[in-house]
């Protein structure tokens, strides 16, 4: 009788994990249930992708990820100090600008609001966005709290780095979740704009 009501509740507690919890083959896991994955795997660009793909993810858009941080700040804690790849790419008319010290780049500021519109400009330092201009696929760097003053921007977006350059982690969402053709369709024109070279 006993054995029979610890295999009882041993089963309750053996359920299998609900869909969004499932177990993925390259260890990408959810955080703060926002549908968001990530796997602290270092990886390149191709190979990142090969990751998200092997477990139907992919890469998060720029406004996705602006988006994210502004409603959840959990979100931004979680990926404190991480660089990794998101979707698009820079401008194919040059690598960036440059100040002429040394080749180093000079980023663009930009102020996103609650729907990641970024309009020119600084503004309210938690939602600035640093742009170092470039023809590379993009990357999205989170600086960590305590240097987000230094820096003078909460994010910074990458799109002069090779695509050989390995990052921190991967970062993705379920490749049906999240998809807003409004904005898809206006991305490639104001975000690419932002990137090109004069």
Not at 70 to 79: I, Q, T, V, W
């Amino acid at each position: 009788m006993a054995f029979a009501i610890f295999r009882a509740r041993q089963s309750e507690t053996q359920r299998p994990p609900a869909k969004e919890e499932e177990w993925f083959s390259n260890g990408f896991k959810q955080i703060w249930e926002s549908g968001i994955y990530i796997s602290k795997t270092d990886a390149k660009r191709t190979h990142a992708s090969e990751l998200l793909e092997d477990d139907g993810l992919r890469l998060m858009k720029y406004d996705e990820v602006l988006k994210e941080m502004s409603r959840r700040p959990n979100f931004r804690k979680a990926l404190e100090g991480k660089l990794f790849h998101i979707d698009g790419a820079g401008s194919i008319a040059g690598y960036g600008i440059f100040d002429g010290r040394d080749g180093m780049p000079v980023p663009d500021y930009y102020t996103f609001n609650d729907k990641a519109e970024l309009t020119k400009g600084h503004g309210d330092i938690w939602k600035t966005v640093q742009i170092y201009r470039g023809r590379h696929p993009l990357a999205f760097y989170v600086p960590m709290e305590h240097a987000v003053s230094h820096i003078g921007a909460n994010f910074i977006i990458y799109a002069n780095q090779t695509p050989s350059q390995v990052l921190s982690v991967v970062v993705g969402v379920k490749k049906e979740a999240r998809k807003e053709p409004e904005q898809a369709e206006e991305e490639g024109s104001i975000f690419g704009s932002m990137l090109r070279v004069a």
